[in-house]
């Protein structure tokens, strides 16, 4: 009860439905800034190890607690938004996000500085937020076809992060990516507060409500359906991360240049596979394009996989089949996204927490079993194949969304006289 009075002096005084709906663009940055806050300081990690004077295992604190956190806080984003609303829990996570990217920059102590990088986790409601905001103010299939542009944002900033943070590190040093983190979070704190009007308006009367909703939302299988297809499909990217620069490097003997450029293709892949599902999912139902997009994958995939046991391991067919995952995973995960926060309108915050915070889960468990698995000289096989597995069943997910669409379109049955 503390956050209420706290949050809700953000919310605009006579808000209606009829309010503008935030432009694309301020949901597209936002999705932007969320992602490039987990990559782009990376490529300076190893000098942060240097000038705070420990262990380079230390500091990768600053990944892997970071993201324990953002899963988390994806469980609270959600209900909190879904009780007060989307606007003021933006602008209080763009001001935390800030005020923690000043104290990473300034911090003197490696443990405060990973406390102030911790608490940039709160940029997670820029990622999870525009999702809910769309299915607030547009019909089933033009949220697909948003989300599809919104997705091109996820799919550009992890390659132009590092890129960007090793100049800006090599010509100013590491404190200058939380300087620049902590600018673009003013700026577009500022920009919200112009243009980002509320848009959720059917709020549960308090929290102890709205925790009591969200049992309708465990208990559908649609919503099931829909996450867990999400889930499996981002789950392909995350085992393609954790394995293929081992691939690369030691079956494929690629140089490190290289090996960044060619581990590019599967966000290449999705970013046109977000586009080409911004264009055509105004025109079809969700699990019209689930299905494309997990049989594209699949089928790219699947290929490979063969070729790679045929003995056709180069870097042709293994980089040429993973950009279709990309591809695949693209043109789904609008639908994929939006079926989620269809299922009970009125948790959609929280339909779109759940669904991410799942996603983190299962990838936790499928990258550890990845690094267990992908080594010895049949490494670039076993990596396709567990990518081929797990595709195989995004898939399955999709069909089964399928099935469960129609039944529920499908007429009752009549008695008979």
Known sequence: MVLQPALAHLLPHNMTAQQPRPKLITLITLSG?????????????????????????????????????????????????????????????????????????????????????????????????????????????????????????????????????????????????????????????LWCWRDLHETHHQRSTSMRAQWHMYPQLLKAPRFWGFALCIAFSVNAFYVFVSGMPWVAGQILHLPQAQVGMLMGTISMGFFVGSFIAGWRSKHHALTTMMIAGRSVALAGLAVGCALSWLGWVNPWVIFGSTVFAGLGNGISFPSSQ????????????????????????????????????????????????????????????????????????????????
């Open 338 to 417: 939006t079926g989620t926060m269809t299922v009970e309108p009125k948790l959609a915050g929280s339909a779109a927490g759940l669904s991410g915070a799942l996603s983190m889960a299962t990838g936790a468990v499928l990258t550890t079993i990845t690094g267990a698995v992908v080594q010895g000289p049949w490494a670039a096989q076993l990596l396709l194949s567990l990518m081929t597995g797990i595709l195989l069943v995004a898939w399955l997910m999709a069909l089964w969304s399928c099935a469960m669409a129609r039944r529920q379109e499908a007429p009752p049955p009549q008695r008979q006289p």
């Open 33 to 189: 800034l969320a992602v490039l806050s987990m990559n782009m300081f990376a490529p300076a990690m190893a000098a942060m190890a240097l000038d705070f004077q420990v262990p380079y295992a230390t500091v990768t604190l600053a990944v892997s607690a970071y993201l324990a956190l953002t899963a988390a806080l994806q469980l609270l984003v959600g209900p909190l938004s879904d009780r007060y609303g989307r606007r003021p829990v933006l602008l209080t996570s763009l001001l935390l996000f800030v005020l923690a990217s000043v104290a990473a920059a300034t911090a003197g102590d490696v443990w405060v500085f990973l406390v102030a990088r911790v608490a940039q986790g709160a940029i997670v409601a820029g990622n999870v937020l525009p999702r809910a905001i769309i299915r607030d103010t547009t019909s089933v299939q033009e949220g697909a076809s948003m989300q599809g542009y919104v997705s091109m944002a996820m799919a550009i900033a992890p390659i132009l992060g590092p890129s960007i943070g090793g100049g800006l590190a090599q010509w100013a040093g590491w404190r200058a990516n939380f300087w620049l983190y902590a600018v673009l979070g003013a700026v577009l704190l």
